[in-house]
């Protein structure tokens, strides 16, 4: 127990330092992994403490009754070992050239990973989709509610549909509230030998025909979009400027230019539109003249024409207000002429006090950080998030804008790009921390270095996992890149603590003796502890479309991937490493153990 205590320690409270920056995380991705990261601690650390005080008490009383306990290696073990004692003499004389070929595989496998397709969050499969259709405003409730009818019998052909809910507008009072001619429709799908996205480009083909605008997305993934952005869709491209005719001929511009970039799809302008309208222009001059004040007007005009709650009726457990208005009869254009407004002279007839036409106005004026804005929202079709904003972001450069006028690109990929630069500093935070950790326990740059030199190993196999998975770059793989920083460093840990003990307690020399039987005696504990810990992940791993299992699959992989890496290559490489720059560290490190009289493991 006490040749391996502080390892198990160390490689503990390395592995808990990893995730403390994590807790750092802001917004969406905090409120995901922060519960995972506290999960995980509470175990590693509950973990350790079974391992240093109930373990060596249950060996106490159990090993001695064991018949096999001096039986020696199962012939697996055995077959390893001389594996493993066989490659390792025969690498000493090639180190130089083994360590060079590592670095070049850990620097091209580092090259490779700005090409990876990028995304805020993996891909919902969340069984249900959401599709917006949406019709000019002022479109009536019988028409909008016959087109809404056909996109629910157009979506009911698609042999995945199960069944359609549908709701035409919303409420005043709702938190999201839209109009008559706004449908959402909640579609729940089967599972199909089709790919969800094959079904979701069946549905968006079906659904063209539509005179109506519409947008494909998931319940979950469109309520993100909303927080991100404020806009149903991944992709918001926000224009700014101050009239209003501008912004509508700016933003269908836009909308022609971005349809032509491959694998943008739902593209749409917001609807703001020219609508009818009755327009009062106040005469101040007149109604200084009959001796009534503007504002007074302008109240009583908003109280006959939009109508004032006077009270409120109650009918058992329903509750309606009472609102007085004019009837709407009233409220047309040359009745609004000869509407009587009370003045101090008496009533006089609207017409004299204000000018009334027919126009045409904005049905709605939509505002952002105090200036005028219209946007155009999009999707894309499953392809490069990344490459689609590249090609985004050079359309707009190439488009010129009037002078006080600017633009906006918002969505997901904002979100990502955040994150990543957060995670990236995190990641420098836990290197550090590993470091600080590692160094006061070996006093050595060089040994604290070799330990630190598993970390790339396992990068390896984590891209390659993700390559061969076909999975995004998302803050989710990012996640899973940090925790295994932490676990990759536990074999080198063990490892070289083990050299150290075998020359402070047994009396081995520095040399290839000493590597060879500090290997093979450490293969059997690192490779049970990797093959643990990649069987834990095996539910993870598999039916990776599963609804529920989305965020925890990337982070599944990089690790799954960078455990076999570093567990096949720290083999080989870490015990070369030690042998060309670990005899110096060790006899420093001898030395002063020696001068302090300490009986310690390391």
């Given at each position: ?41 509470v ?29 020696g ?43 990876f ?13 959401t ?28 042999p995945?549909?199960?069944q359609?809910g ?28 089709r ?39 991944q992709?918001?491209?926000k224009v ?42 106040l ?28 009270t ?37 007839p ?9 126009g ?21 079709d ?22 006080g ?52 190993l ?100 990089v ?7 570093s ?31 300490s009986?310690?493991?390391?």
């Open positions: 127990s006490r040749e391996v205590r502080t390892g198990v320690v160390y490689a503990t409270l390395v592995v808990v330092l990893v995730f403390v920056p994590l807790f750092a995380l802001p917004g969406i991705e905090g409120r995901l992994f922060t519960p995972l990261g506290i999960a995980y601690v175990s590693i650390l509950a973990s350790m403490v079974v391992a240093v005080t109930i373990t060596p008490v249950l060996c106490y009383y159990l090993l001695p009754r064991m018949k096999q306990l001096h039986a290696d199962s012939p697996l073990a055995a077959w390893l070992k001389r594996w493993d004692a066989r490659l390792l003499n025969g690498s000493f004389d090639h180190s130089r050239t083994l360590l060079a070929g590592a670095l070049v595989v850990v620097l091209a496998v580092a090259a490779s990973v700005p090409f397709p990028r995304s805020f969050l993996p891909p919902f499969n969340e069984g249900t989709l599709v917006n259709v949406l019709l000019n405003p002022g479109t009536s409730l019988e028409e909008s509610n016959r087109i809404a009818t056909l996109a629910e019998q157009l979506a009911m052909q698609v995945e549909v199960t359609v549908r709701r035409t507008g919303r409420a005043e009072l709702d938190e999201h509230a839209e109009g008559v001619h706004y449908t959402e429709m909640d579609i729940d799908l089967k599972v199909s030998e790919s969800r996205d094959v079904v979701v480009q069946d549905i968006r083909a079906r659904l063209a025909t539509l005179p109506a605008a519409t947008s494909v997305g998931q319940p979950i993934s469109h309520r993100l979009d909303h927080l991100l952005s404020g806009v149903r869709a992709i918001a491209l700014y400027g101050d009239d209003l005719d501008t912004l509508r001929g700016l933003a269908g511009d836009l909308r022609d230019r971005l349809s032509r970039i491959p694998g943008i799809t739902d593209l749409q302008i917001e609807k703001q539109v020219l609508i009818p309208q009755i327009k009062i222009h005469d101040y001059e007149q109604a200084a003249r009959y001796g009534v004040a503007p504002g007074a007007v302008l109240r009583s005009l908003q109280q006959m024409i939009e109508g004032e709650r006077i409120q009726i109650v009918e058992g457990n329903r509750r309606f207000d009472l609102v007085v208005r004019l009837p709407e009869d009233d409220r047309g254009l040359h009745a609004l002429k000869g509407l009587l407004i009370e003045t101090p002279t008496g009533a006089v609207l017409s004299l006090l204000a000018t009334i036409e027919d045409e106005g904005p049905n709605q004026v939509s505002r952002e950080n105090a200036r005028r804005r219209i946007v155009v929202s999009a999707n894309t499953g392809s490069d998030m990344a490459r689609i904003i590249g090609d985004i972001r050079s359309t707009l450069a190439a488009t010129p804008l009037p002078e006028y600017f633009t906006a690109l918002e969505g997901q990929f904002q979100a990502q790009e955040q994150a990543a630069r957060l995670i990236a500093l995190l990641a420098l935070v836990s290197l550090a921390l590993i470091f600080l950790v590692l160094y006061s326990r070996y006093r050595s740059t060089v040994l604290t270095l070799i330990i630190m030199g598993n970390i790339p396992a990068l390896v196999g984590s891209v390659l996992a993700l390559w061969i998975s076909g999975q995004p770059l998302s803050v989710a793989a990012l996640v899973g890149f940090i925790t295994l920083t932490g676990i990759s460093t536990r074999n080198g840990i063990l490892k070289i603590s083990h050299y150290i003990n075998l020359c402070a307690f047994e009396g081995e020399k520095f040399g290839k003796q000493l590597i060879v039987r500090g290997s093979l005696e450490r293969l059997t504990p690192v490779l049970m502890t990797a093959l643990v810990a990649a069987f834990a992940l095996v539910p993870l791993l598999v039916s990776a479309d599963a609804p529920g299992k989305e965020v925890l699959h990337p982070v599944a992989v690790i799954f991937g960078g455990l076999v890496s567990t096949l290559l720290d083999t080989l490489l870490t015990p070369l490493m030690f042998w060309r720059w670990g005899e110096k560290p060790l006899e420093r490190l001898l030395a002063l153990r020696s001068q302090e009289k009986q310690d493991s390391f």
